[in-house]
């Protein structure tokens, strides 16, 4: 079976108004799997910890479904791309059931032996998708569980929110960087930096999604994306403005398009300073960085950032030694880093990442190339850690937030990193 000759027909619902119930949600579901022929050997691909989803509510239907069709398999893998695993309590309380009689998977991004080559996008295809701004072939290599004859259908879980490399969450992203090997994850993150991250975060036609979605034509399983909208509210209750299931890039961009209404606020100026309350899901500041991501636009000239969240107390479990090697720092200045040093090169998506953190850059008086904006971080990172990575030190258990609420200078933004904040023209 494959995607050429695989079809899964649009279906779904939602706006900027709904809250789809269960029921809906689950009907939506039934109609997208109909095309998952009895005996089937199916493979779902699940987000991880660190993102809302409906995940938990979907996943227990998607498998009475199957069970009661009679497939002959149905696993999932966490699409962790280069994030720390879970644990298998995580992995279950994320697929909403107590136990599974699957298996689930780990995405082992560094482990070659756990990595297929599917095929290569090559030199003249990605200057086409690039826009020229990546002129080299890129092998497209994915997990071993998506080698041909391996699985016949691929389910694709996972919800639709602003990205900072891919324009938005949701559908092929959930391939690439989700799990697959180094060599797309690198040019992917570079791309989306090289694009400049104001330009990209926000927009459904990307250069790195026209990039992604041509490498996930390669999987030659079966696929159908499940693509939620959906946004926690005070409660703790995760609400679903919409479900799009289907076609991988036609689920994607109806999701996208009610995701725009949902997540992107447009408020009337820009502030000197924004305090970014960090949303709790994100422990360390390869995740965390969504706060300079998403509030860079609001910020002035010369103004800053600062990022509370007692519960952050790491760079990145991962890639921590090499982001505090190098530091955060405008896209100019990374650039001149890769020049010189074939270990960054080496790991484009960290280079990619220190880019993006820093957010933007501008000339100083003395006609040096620096951050747009300051970040501070009171956070459970050491000052120490935080000056060597370019980054300004507050102590969280002294810095009293509320007392700037006045201040009409500062804006104070709870659960920064979940929704991307623009001036209105």
């Not at 799009?244 to 009610?258: E, L, N, Q």
């Amino acid at each position: 079976m494959s995607t050429q000759i695989f079809k899964s027909e649009l279906c779904g619902e939602g706006s900027h108004d709904s809250d789809l119930s269960a029921e809906t949600c689950a009907q939506i579901l039934s109609q997208a799997l109909e095309p998952i022929e009895p005996h089937s050997r199916v493979l779902a691909i699940l987000p991880d910890k660190t993102r809302d989803d409906t995940t938990h509510v979907l996943f227990p239907i998607a498998d009475e479904i199957l069970r009661d069709r009679n497939v002959k398999s149905f696993d999932a893998l966490i699409a962790q791309g280069t994030h720390p695993a879970m644990s298998i309590e995580q992995k279950l309380q994320k697929i909403g059931l107590s136990n599974f009689d699957g298996t689930l998977f780990d995405h082992e991004w560094n482990r070659p032996e756990e990595l297929i080559t599917l095929g290569k996008l090559s030199q003249k295809t990605v200057v086409q998708l690039t826009g020229g701004l990546v002129d080299q072939a890129v092998p497209v290599t994915l997990n071993k569980l998506l080698a041909p004859g391996v699985y016949d259908v691929v389910l694709v879980f996972g919800a639709t929110v602003p990205h900072e490399v891919a324009g938005f969450a949701g559908g092929a992203k959930y391939f690439f960087p989700g799990v697959a090997g180094p060599e797309l994850t690198h040019t992917t993150h570079w791309l989306g930096a090289l694009a400049g991250i104001e330009h990209i975060i926000g927009e459904v036609e990307t250069p790195t999604r026209h990039l992604i979605e041509a490498a996930a034509d390669l999987v030659p399983a079966g696929v159908i994306s499940l693509n939620s909208v959906v946004s926690r509210e005070d409660n703790g209750r995760i609400r679903t403005y919409g479900l799009f299931a289907g076609d991988i890039r036609d689920a994607f961009r109806s999701a996208a398009g009610v995701s725009k209404d949902v997540h992107i606020r447009s408020i009337g100026r820009k502030y000197k300073r924004v305090v970014g309350l960090l949303d709790p899901h994100y422990d360390e500041m390869w995740v965390g960085g969504k706060a300079s991501y998403k509030l860079g636009a609001i910020i002035e000239d010369e103004g800053e950032l600062i990022i509370f969240a007692p519960e952050l107390k790491r760079i990145s479990e991962t890639h921590g030694a090499l982001i505090e090697k190098y530091g955060y720092a405008p896209l100019e200045i990374v650039r001149d880093m890769l020049g010189v040093s074939e270990e960054l090169r080496e790991n484009l998506c960290i280079a990619a990442h220190l880019a993006h953190v820093s957010y933007a850059g501008r000339v100083d008086k003395e006609g040096k190339i620096v951050p747009r904006y300051l970040i501070t971080m009171a956070t459970g990172i050491d000052e120490e850690t935080c000056r060597r990575v370019n980054l300004g030190y507050l102590d969280y258990r002294s810095f009293d937030y509320e007392q700037l609420r006045s201040d009409p200078d500062t804006l104070i933004v709870e659960n920064a990193g979940r929704d991307l904040y623009k001036v209105s023209a």
